[in-house]
């Protein structure tokens, strides 16, 4: 996928298999009521609707010639940044109710601005010290949101 | 229901409480700090923080809205000018001789001539507001469910067909917008679909998850790919533009406004365009053409006031249709929903102490944005220097938080983690994502619309042709779309199909 007509090749076709999970799962909706709407009726355009344009997507650029675009990928560096960050707020999302919302934090922003700039660690944790009390001040204490406070402060 | 001067003094008087005036300052400096910061848009801005307003009573919380977005439009061209960074695709054209005329020492009148021309845009567009939006309601009145859903096809119809080459990209975009919209209770017969027997689908797919996850998510994962670290080391002085400066741009200010304003109307014309169109026109009527991209500040006052005067245009088809017609309209719509208030005509009749309050607050925060970017200048050009590393980390805290505030489910984070990666795909393939995000937050409206619409016709699609209004609206939707083919079908290379999918 390397370059525009094969990526959208590729993803012609995923969409257009999208399409026909969305038709699928339609067809499981029951309910409705004479001269209603049935409640299938959207999700099953919407499905049709996928299957057209991702079908046509990837016939017209597989007919397409000429010159082509090359998609900007990252480098391998910067695919483990992207990794790295995405696994690190799954990380974030997931703790947050066991630790808490001060707490992850703490850790998610000290973790990352020391991943994203290794010679400052000692930025990354009064940073992060910071966001956590305001996180908790905030958040939790002043506005009273529903936000796990975690075991620190239950 | 229509215009008078007393509702637009109940309107001031309902702005200028303490507490209205309090949370509009604070809008517009969060807005101004969102339009400056990399990284951060309007759109992810006002998303992130919609569901921590909920704290504020609709009127002062909508305010706070508003004036988040007008100042982000504000503060949308400081990256543009001091660092030839656009932080968004309106900011492009202010960066070509804005940045120009920083490389002559000259950042701060640019920088100074932006909030002006904003300024004058911003009013004088809240005027024709004033006098447009209640006009257009009280013409809107009239719409039955089938006018309202054939004035939704036609928005969506034409913001796909802006896709251009990339009109099958653009429909696509919108399809999967529909269908996490869909995912839920069916709003009819309350039947569940697409659930999957799940309990948690079951409550649907909140549209906020999804702008933040396509917005902010992506922008940060793009950012941390380039690896963009510090920015930059330029010192603000003399923010004063001449008397000569502001004479020149005094035409540019007007010519632009009225470019904006109107263009702005429509859907899809959204801020990216408008301000090509009023640079364009600024070149094209200039005696002296040569000076634009070498440091015009009529380049500068151009875009940016027809910047404003989109951002301003776009609440005419929203306060009376309730109709979006960009992804930050769209946003702003889900909050008005979010506080029990349908937009539309009723608005003006229903709620007319709200709607005044917001519009003359409109008034007030272009004063307050004045005073804030003026003297200010020189911290706001600081601010851009705020590494990524930092940044990123916080807007990524911004967007946890503000997901997860507005329903208490962990379910919405990742669903605004699973959006962000479709975001970024979507923005390295090519896919406009203005399509998605405003059929996510119109679904449910175009489909119950749809359904009441063809109960009045037992069923039969012709209402929509038959009934004088709708039947327009379908006319020119179909229109869209068949230009949108058009365009597609002579489309020859791959590289073409997906240029024009900007947005």
Redesign the interface.
Known sequence: MK???A??IA?GCL?ALF?IF?IY??TF?????A???P??T??MI?GI??LL??T??AL??WS??????V????EKE?VR??LV??IS??F??AL??RLG?PLA?FV??AF??WY??RS?WL?AIV?SLI?AVI?YTL?IHL?????PAGFLFE | MGFSFDYLFQGFATALTFQNLFWALVGCFIGTLVGVLPGIGPVSGIAILLPLTTVLPPTSAIIMMAAIYYGAMYGGSTTAIVVNIPGEASSVPTALDGYEMAKQGKAGPALAISAIASFVAGTLSVIALTFFAPMLAEFAVVFGPPEYFALMFMGLSLVISLSGRALLKGVISMAIGLTAALIGQDPLTGASRLTFGTVTLNAGVEFISVIVGLFAISEVMINVEQRITAISEMNIKNWMPTWTDIRQCTGAMVRSTAVGFFLGLLPGCAPSVTTFVAYDLEKRVSKHPERFGKGAIEGVAAPEGANNATSTAGFVPLFSFGLPTAPSMAVMLGGLMMYGLQPGPMLFAQNPQFVWAVIASMYIGNVMLLILNLPLVGMWAKIVRIPFYILGPMIVFCSVVGTYSIRFQIFDVWIMLLFGVIGYFMRKLGFPVAPMVLSSVLAQMLETALGQALLMSQGSPLIFFTRPISAVFMALALLSIGRGIWSQVKAKSPEAVTEDAEY
Request: one cysteine or more; aromatic letters at 8%; glycine letters at 12%.
């Open positions: 370059t525009q007509r990526a959208d993803v969409i399409g969305i799962a339609s909706i029951t309910g409705g009521a001269h209603r709407l409640p299938r959207f999700p919407v609707l996928l344009c991702g046509g997507l017209k650029s397409l010639r000429g010159a082509d675009r998609i900007p990928w990252p910067g940044t992207i960050t995405l707020l799954a974030y999302i947050m109710n919302l934090t998610y922003i990352s601005i994203l700039k400052k930025t940073i966001t996180s958040f506005l009273g949101l529903s936000f």
